[in-house]
């Protein structure tokens, strides 16, 4: 019985793959069709330990940041809902909210500041702590509670996302060196593995533009909100500030008399020798060296 045309045509690509060699384009024909796990959002097992843990971790970043663009919105509606808004209500209408708010406890003489704890290894550990310069009771108190849950989320994500781009960074160059060496790698596994592998891995490459773009959209989303809602709060800015430290002693009395008691304590400064003075004047020292004995002081500054 004679093959029909498909079979032929079959027939010839793999005569052609057997020629031409595994890592031919022509072998395209067996690439698995469709799209890929990753392009999916799924995990990939390649069945090699280095890359899979390489598809875990872009898998891992994957679910996490899904959570994560959720966040800058859910914590605009719980800020709005806290000052009495619609869910809907843009961030320039809470901001106003919270600083009438804030105003209201000025005028009950209690001022408050936001301090950020940022935790860039662990940024669940990220906190946002509220301070009052007296202690807050009623209503003032519950919403600054909600302030201070809100903008701590808003900082751990925010700080989540630096983390993570820091991640993708580093999955981006793994991704060429897992490519150069996919054909080696996977030699033994036959044609059809290695295109799956280097589809997956394409698509990656894909994925992580895609993510470090998102993760960047995230963070700034969070950073202006977290700003805003610090801005219109904040009614005690110099709380928690250290004081500057003095200027040195010479610059706060340049021009101490000297101690009249003797010694080396405060003895005045040398008075240069006066130009063609006679050689009972003795030359003046060197700057660095110190004069052996301090000379009497000037009657300029005797009362």
Do not use: W
Not at 74 to 84: D, H, I, N
């Amino acid at each position: 019985m004679p093959l029909n045309r498909p079979t032929r045509m079959l027939g010839a690509a793999l005569a052609l793959c057997a020629l031409a060699g595994a890592g031919s384009p022509a072998c395209s024909v067996f690439e698995s069709k469709g799209p890929s796990s990753v392009a999916q959002g799924k995990y990939y097992a390649a069945g090699n330990a280095q890359y899979d843990q390489f598809f875990i971790t872009l898998f891992d970043l994957q679910v996490a940041l899904a959570d994560a663009t959720k966040v800058p919105e859910r914590e605009r509606a719980a800020l709005a809902q806290a000052v009495g808004l619609s869910a809907q209500s843009p961030s320039n209408a809470i901001a106003e909210h919270l600083k009438d708010e804030a105003q209201k406890l000025v005028r009950a003489g209690v001022r408050v500041r936001l301090e950020q704890s940022p935790v860039p290894d662990d940024p669940q550990k990220s906190a946002v702590s509220v301070h009052s310069t007296s202690p807050l009771q009623g209503p003032g108190k519950d919403l600054l509670g909600k302030v201070e849950a809100s903008t701590t989320n808003l900082l751990r994500v925010l700080t989540q996302m630096v983390k993570n781009q820091e991640t993708l960074r580093k999955l981006e160059v793994n991704v060429l060196s897992l490519e150069a060496n996919l054909d080696s790698t996977f030699q033994s596994k036959g044609l059809f593995k290695r295109d799956e592998v280097r589809k997956n891995l394409t698509d990656a490459e894909r994925v992580i533009t895609l993510m470090k773009a998102r993760c960047e959209d995230v963070r700034n989303e969070s950073s202006r909100l977290l700003a805003s809602v610090e801005q219109s709060v904040t009614t005690d800015e110099s709380a928690g500030r250290a004081p500057p430290p003095p200027p040195p002693e010479e610059e706060i009395h340049p021009k101490a008399p000297p101690h009249r008691g003797g010694g080396n304590s405060g003895a005045a400064r040398p008075k240069a020798p006066k130009a063609g003075g006679g050689g009972d004047d003795a030359p003046a020292p060197p700057p660095a060296a110190p004069p052996a004995k301090a000379p009497p002081a000037s009657k300029d500054f005797e009362s």
